[in-house]
């Protein structure tokens, strides 16, 4: 695999949420995990647009939201290593508490995580063949990260549009995108809806 390739992106969602696959020829990372009860779903989109399990090399959850992380114990259980940025580690135990028996939520234990400061990201993103870096996006949570590719997609996650920030998160959410139009970015892949490019102000519309 030539590490100047350029990634692809496919989505495999479903549920009006986005999960994305990046891949550099089969290395392959999948950005947010499915909700909790939904392996069938998942594994069904993965087979329908080609992309094996086993190329996977890393799950990665923008955020510890049930409709972001859901899957991830399971995808770990199926061989996947769960990708975790140090921010995100005091949210992963909290995920638990939004789930009821009927989600079917698999707990996601720690101590088997890949888990890397987010200085590190644009490193183990290199050994994938896979040019970006993971940088820290709160706004609609403290946890939430994205992913940027050098070419300029962003995977947002839920970083609320800031015409939807209340007063509260307003200036967190305007540095988190003042961030990535910092970084490069120009396209963003958000958790939900369709992909959108970035405006001057660095909103995604
Ligand atoms: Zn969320």
């Known amino acids: 695999m030539p590490a100047s390739a350029p990634a692809t992106i496919v989505n495999v969602g479903y549920q009006s949420t986005n999960y994305w696959v990046v891949s550099a ?4 990372l999948l950005v947010d995990l499915g909700y909790p009860g939904t392996m069938g779903a998942m ?9 094996p399990l086993n190329e ?8 510890y939201h049930l409709d972001h992380a859901g899957l991830a114990q399971e995808l770990k259980l199926a061989g996947v290593p769960l990708l975790v ?20 939520y698999v707990e996601i234990t720690l101590h088997d ?9 644009r490193a183990l993103l290199a050994e994938l ?14 946890d939430s990260v994205s992913l940027l590719l050098d070419d300029g997609a962003g995977f947002t996650g839920d970083l609320t549009h800031p015409a939807f920030a209340t007063e509260q998160q307003a200036s967190t959410v305007a540095a988190s995108w003042r961030l990535l139009r910092d970084h490069g970015a120009t396209r963003v892949y958000p ?11 660095g909103e995604g519309r």
């Open 25 to 28: 020829g089969t290395s392959r």
């Open 113 to 121: 995580n890949v888990t890397i400061p987010l200085a590190q990201s």
């Open 56 to 63: 996977i090399r890393y799950g990665l959850a923008t955020h």
């Open 85 to 104: 940025l140090e921010p995100q580690v005091p949210a992963i135990p909290l995920l638990k508490s939004w789930m009821k028996p009927r989600d079917h």
């Open 43 to 51: 594994l069904a989109n993965l087979k329908r647009m080609d992309v």
């Open 191 to 201: 958790g939900h809806g369709p992909i959108k490019e970035m405006v001057r102000d």
């Open 129 to 142: 063949g896979i040019k970006g870096e993971i940088l820290a996006t709160p706004g609609h949570s403290d």
